[in-house]
């Protein structure tokens, strides 16, 4: 029996990021894509992974946007806080995953699927653009079995952290510790992701909702929420209000709901209070900006490494606003070596 205490669980899905700014614009043609767009790969798209491969510049680095986040949590936290679950496949592009958990000290418990690769995300840059084709590959092949074959490791997590990209792959894993999280009165928290989650993955996602402590997003996936439940809401300060306000299951806690905008403020409202906090974000150099992918991951690491710490809200505020600013000073979703201290 594990009996070491984590601070935070985190359950997605694991990816390898494989970015390139070779013949961008060719790439964005031939598999008429948008230069900003999300694309979940079929099969017309799978020879993209190798053209991006061939370029000697291409940057391979960890994705999935609850691994991010789980790095960064750990980052900041004390050694052996964080554990991250998810599935890989048998092969090298797992073992790169690994080296850069090791280097923050994340703990993973990988389910490995011996038929599918390690999921992969080709990133095809032109100027400041960023088109994202995903294949999820053995990610899509996480089974609740395994969470409960490590339920020892969940049962010595003092609080749980899923990315709504599993609202797509694993619905039975999310549920497990959703509810574990309420019968426990342990903080339960979802990342919306994308506008698509919203959209597309609206039952899953509702069936989340009430168990709810923290929901994150961006204002994009806000919209897309109010849009998909027909709401008659479109400033991001009503949205935020009424995800807070939405059922609970743990009254025990009340939700905090947290959009991120960019430069733009943070925007948080707490159920029952009638006021929506707005917090300004950190502004940094534009020419210092290396790479935007991953701001509301890494966002999201310095707010629930906040909430691990028992920080004040508006405390988690400001350490997701710096973990954000570091992490997009990174080619892809990193954090800065030497290690810096919030
Ligand atoms: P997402 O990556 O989900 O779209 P956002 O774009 O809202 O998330 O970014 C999340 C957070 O990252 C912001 O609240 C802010 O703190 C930080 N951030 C993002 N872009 C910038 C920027 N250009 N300058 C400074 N901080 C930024
Ligand atoms: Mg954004
Ligand atoms: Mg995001």
Redesign the pocket.
Known sequence: MASHQYQLLCLENPILDIISKKDGRALLEEYALDPNGFTMADDKHKSIYDKLLSDPNAVLTAGGAAQNTARGVQYILEPDSVVYFGCVGNDEYAEKLQEANKKVGLKVFYRVDEKEPTGRCGVVVTDHNRSLVTDLAAANCYKVEHLKEHWDVVENSKAYFVGGYHLTVCVPAVMALAEDAAKNNKPFALSLNAPFICQFFKDPLDQTAPYWDYIV????EAVAYAEAHSLDLKAPQEIVKHLANLPKKNTQRKRVAII????EP?LVAVQGEDEVKSYP????DKNK?ED?T??????AAGFFAGVAKGESLEKCVDM??WL??LG?QEQGPGYPFPKQTY
């Open positions: 997003g961006n204002e994009t991120t905008q960019g430069t943070t974000v950190h502004p940094i900006i935007t991953g701001a509301g991951d890494a966002f997701g606003q954000a600013a997009i």
